[in-house]
């Protein structure tokens, strides 16, 4: 039966954390660290949160809401997000759900000692994997670590548009037979991944050994297929009319061998799943148009209003981590009117989601960098997810901006030296850090963020209402201090940055 040990997510009522940067360099991480250490972050529900969020015809239909707490990674902390649409049916549902995970960490979080060495990182973020008239596919992905490496789980969120409601396992199938029918299909090719997977393996000492474990999984791999609906919580479809199940670890074998997405055949499909179901996707299953990226390139810098100065003029960069989110549009929006460029490090999991937000970002001259794909504690995660982390982003932000990121930014400034050298670009810390995420204030965030001097670079989030709030004031300090606000490609105009290296200022 599928394992469900990563269904915690949440905000907590503790003394978390100092800043997202408590592993950069320079003396901003230890002030950070003073400020974290006596305060409790206050507990608010999600429905608080989003009770005053609407979308209307000119925005996407499909946002990012991010709710994160703590940044140090000595600490426990999460991040978790989940889709904001123009429907409250699906608000509702996919906001409770987020709801329940907030109540489950909170108890374990409540179950942690004072003298306990461990420390909880949770995330849960989300992909869109279908979207027409009928139907909206979301995909979550939900990473927990107790301290070590992280353990990961899946499942899907079907809804049917037409009539306002979820659509449940027993609905994509005409009975419990062809549920059967279906489950038994996809024990085989469940099966035969998990050979091939066993067949690739170099763990072995012969093929004796080989075949002895590959006889043990089978009683794993049988009850894992079972026809219940916690099995196939993950089974989803795409654009491309491709359908899939995707088998967490340790729900078919043991957690070294990862997860399974399996592929069920067209020819499955066809015979199991619900004629209605199909002939409606039937109807309105077309790939999205591609991406336009060609006009996206980065236009020309635009005259617009700043302070009473010139390019001699002290200068600061404004940066915003973790979306886009619902908030984002929003904030260029204030940004525009202020006449500002800023540099946004994005999550290549909301950029999927928000493509209309990152081509305005490109087309309206501000710098992209990229924040990791789920944002993953560095220091704890492997080589290789490293790598899929910033590769996997790379390539989300150059489908949409035509370029790779020029910048990277590790998730609460956490690395290890072996992460450091996958990066190959310039690496970027913060001077400022007004620690936003904790102090939900928008008058204080504005007082933090307008201390910055010249050369600092701003830490914030796009992804807090109250920094959002906060913005416009600090853009008005900062220009009557006669500052120029500018990207990240200006502050360091003029200069050769080094790839792998950490830069917290323009100093």
């Not at 003394?15 to 940067?21: E, I």
């Not at 991944?193 to 080989?210: C, I, N, P, T």
């Not at 549009?329 to 928000?354: C, H, M, N, W, Y």
Request: some cysteine.
């Amino acid at each position: 039966m599928k394992r469900y040990n990563t269904l915690l997510f949440g905000v907590l009522a503790l003394s978390l954390m100092a800043s997202c940067g408590s592993r950069q360099s320079g003396d901003s991480s230890a002030s950070a660290d003073s400020l974290a250490s006596a305060d409790v972050v206050e507990v608010t529900d999600l429905a608080t949160l989003t009770e005053d969020l609407t979308l209307d015809d000119t925005d996407e239909d499909v946002q990012v809401f991010t709710m994160k707490i703590g940044n140090d990674p000595e600490r426990s902390h999460l991040t978790v997000s989940f889709p904001f649409t123009k429907y409250e049916f699906i608000n509702e549902r996919e906001r409770n759900l987020s709801q329940q995970f907030i109540d489950e960490f909170r108890a374990e979080v409540a179950q942690l000692s004072q003298e306990s060495t461990a420390t909880l990182d949770y995330n849960q973020h989300f992909e869109v994997k279908y979207r027409g008239d009928s139907f909206i596919v979301f995909l979550y992905t939900r990473s927990t670590s107790r301290g070590n490496n992280y353990d990961d789980s899946s499942y899907a969120s079907i809804f049917d548009l037409e009539h306002r409601r979820v659509v449940s396992i027993a609905d994509l199938f005409v009975d419990e037979d062809a549920f059967e029918g279906f489950a038994s299909e996809m024990r085989a090719a469940a099966s035969e991944a998990v050979r091939l997977r066993l067949m690739q393996s170099k763990d072995f000492g012969s093929e004796h050994e080989r075949q002895t474990v590959w006889v043990e999984m089978q009683s794993g791999i049988e009850e894992g297929t079972l026809a219940v609906d916690a099995n196939y919580d993950a089974l989803f479809f795409d654009h491309e009319g491709n359908w899939y199940v995707t088998f967490d670890k340790y729900q078919i074998v043991s957690g070294s061998m990862g997860t399974f997405t399996v592929p069920v055949p067209s020819w499955v499909v066809r015979r199991y799943v619900h004629p209605d179901i199909l002939r409606r996707l039937g109807r309105s299953l077309e790939p999205d148009a591609p991406q336009e990226i060609a006009d996206l390139e980065k236009p020309e810098e635009a005259a617009r209003p700043l302070t009473d100065d010139d390019s001699s003029a002290p200068r600061v960069a404004l940066t915003f981590d973790d979306g886009p989110s619902v908030y984002t549009p929003r904030l260029l929006d204030i940004l525009k009117q202020e006449g500002v460029k800023a540099t946004f490090f994005v999550l290549g999991k909301s950029a999927a989601v928000q493509k209309q937000t990152m081509k305005r970002m490109v087309e309206e001259g501000h710098n992209i960098g990229n924040h990791s794909y789920d944002h993953k504690n560095f220091a704890k995660i492997s080589v290789e997810e490293a790598r899929r982390q910033i590769g996997r982003t790379d390539e989300i932000v150059g489908e949409v901006a035509g370029q790779r990121p020029s910048y990277f930014r590790f998730p609460y400034g956490a690395y290890t030296q072996d992460k450091l050298t996958l990066v190959n670009r310039p690496i970027m810390g913060w001077s400022v850090d007004p620690l936003d995420w904790k102090y939900k204030d928008a008058d204080r965030v504005a007082l933090e963020m307008s201390k910055a001097g010249p050369n600092a670079i701003v830490l914030a989030h796009d992804i807090h209402k109250t920094t959002i709030e906060a913005i416009p004031q600090v853009i008005r300090n900062l220009k009557a201090k006669g500052y120029r606000i500018v990207t990240l490609d200006e502050l360091f105009a003029g200069r050769t940055l080094k790839n792998n290296q950490v830069y917290s200022s323009g100093k």
